[in-house]
């Protein structure tokens, strides 16, 4: 089984700064790398599909990166919205998520 | 607008069986695919599986292959999900989403709580 690493598992921001999320895939593999954004007690919200495409209708703020088995997913300026947990997946894989805490 | 509403929580005896279901709306059903995603209270998302909503065609993750069985009823847009031989630690929310292309979903039903307890 592949398996996706998210690092950090947690981190702690204030609104207005800039956060950058990391994703190793055990393994390359030819599929799309997604980002997902899940609020507490609501479904996960698909943000960025094949490493780098905004989801329609997710601010730009949220941008995606990488290849291989290195993709990063990127928060220019946190909103108070923003702060979730967030999910990079690839295939049939999650990683184990990385929850944005307020300062 | 795209819709996904799922079935109400469950309550299930260990060994049991539970069928969650997933009624769509909104868009053509036999366009698209759709998975099913699980999250055991505070920890990750887990996929399980996923059906073509054209040709009924399934995949299952392997861990879940002897126990799970995804179904779909075209007449009403509706997908089913049956996991067996329930234990504890299938105790969980199970969530069904729309694929909009292989391995990536973009929307979500509001999940079911199943909760497996003697």
């Known amino acids: 089984d592949i398996q996706m690493t998210q690092s950090p598992s947690s981190l702690s921001a204030s609104v207005g700064d800039r956060v950058t999320i990391t994703c190793r895939p055990s393994?390359?593999?030819?599929?799309?790398l997604n980002w997902f954004q899940q609020r507490p007690g609501k479904a996960p919200k698909l943000l960025i599909y094949?490493?780098?495409t905004l989801q329609s209708g997710v601010p730009s703020r949220f941008s995606g990166s990488g290849s291989g088995t290195d993709f990063t997913l990127t928060i220019s300026s946190l909103q108070p919205e923003d702060f979730a947990t967030y999910y990079c997946?690839?295939?049939?894989?999650f990683g184990g998520g990385t929850t944005v805490e307020i300062k | 607008q795209v819709q996904l509403v799922q079935s109400g929580p469950e309550v299930k005896k260990p060994g049991a069986s539970v069928r969650v279901s997933c009624k769509t709306s909104?868009?053509?059903?036999?366009?698209?695919?759709i998975s099913w995603v699980r999250q055991a209270p505070g920890q990750g998302l887990e996929w399980m599986g996923w059906?073509?909503?054209?040709?009924?065609?399934?995949t299952y993750k392997e861990k879940f292959q002897d126990r799970i069985t995804l179904t779909t009823d075209t007449s009403t847009t509706t997908v089913y999900m049956e996991l067996r031989s329930l234990t504890s630690d299938d105790t969980a929310m199970y969530y069904c989403?729309?694929?909009?292309?292989?391995?990536?979903?973009?929307?979500w039903g509001q999940g079911t709580l199943v909760t497996v307890s003697s």
């Open positions: 909104g868009f053509t059903f036999t366009n698209f695919g």
């Open positions: 989403a729309r694929d909009i292309r292989s391995w990536t979903e973009d929307h």
């Open positions: 393994q390359s593999m030819s599929a799309s």
């Open positions: 997946q690839q295939r049939d894989n």
């Open positions: 094949d490493a780098s």
């Open positions: 059906i073509s909503g054209y040709n009924s065609k399934t």
